[in-house]
């Protein structure tokens, strides 16, 4: 059984990608489960192969259930969302499952939005919230290959270690804890940081 949690509206955010382009940065919900469905079968190939080691064109169900479970703590996702017409896009989808005080992350950015940040910046938006969770490490398979996610990876302070797969690396960072989060200024985590700790 899942323990229901608030939604965190506090996290949601503006944010301007590149120079000219916004998009809502907000943690999923259940019912973005056909936004994030429509978002995963546009991927390109490539896009598809580096965020699931494995080819094919199918939206990933174990994603999908997970997004289901959502608790904002222990299981957290982000989207990253643009309108088209009268219609919300998923452009973005970062996550992390969490156990023993370990977040593991994945993340994967649409074709057309990739290489003006907005990868950086949701991978630090996601950071934050795992150190708002107490949670104290951060870590993702990554293909040895993914020049882009390792790149990303190390300028956001992680190490990129060897996996047991020889395919993979393993990107891990230590995280400071609840204040590092409150410190680095995200607006709202400081009310939510006290309101879940009481809760
Ligand atoms: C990895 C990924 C999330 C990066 O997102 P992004 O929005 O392009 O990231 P940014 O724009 O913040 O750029 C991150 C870094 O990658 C570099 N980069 C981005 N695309 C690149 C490419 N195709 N080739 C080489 N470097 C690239 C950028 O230059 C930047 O490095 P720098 O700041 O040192 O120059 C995105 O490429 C993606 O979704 N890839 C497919 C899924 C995936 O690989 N997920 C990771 C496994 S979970």
Excluded at 7 to 26: C, K, M, N, Q
Excluded at 182 to 197: D, K, L, M, N, R
Aim: one cysteine or more; proline letters at 4%.
């Amino acid at each position: 059984m899942i323990e229901a949690r608030p939604y965190p509206a506090h996290l949601i955010e503006t944010w301007v990608v590149g120079s000219d382009a916004g998009v809502f940065i907000r943690p999923a919900l259940r019912e973005d489960h056909d936004l994030v469905a429509r978002f995963l079968s546009s991927l390109g190939k490539d896009s598809h192969y580096q965020r699931h080691f494995q080819h094919g064109a199918a939206p990933d169900l174990d994603l999908l259930q997970r997004l289901d479970a959502v608790d904002y703590r222990r299981r957290m996702a982000l989207v990253a969302v643009t309108v088209a017409g009268s219609r919300e896009v998923v452009v973005a989808h970062a996550e992390y499952v969490a156990e023993d005080g370990r977040a593991e992350l994945a993340m994967v950015v649409a074709d057309g939005w990739q290489r003006r940040g907005l990868g950086s910046h949701l991978l630090r938006r996601l950071m934050h919230c795992a150190a708002l969770a107490g949670l104290r490490e951060i870590h993702g398979q990554v293909l040895a290959s993914n020049e882009p996610m390792i790149r990303l990876a190390r300028r956001s302070g992680f190490q990129v270690l060897r996996g047991d797969d020889a395919r993979l690396v393993v990107i891990r960072r230590a995280l400071n804890g609840p204040d590092a989060a409150v410190e680095a200024g995200i607006p709202g985590f400081a009310a939510w940081s006290q309101s879940t700790a009481t809760a």
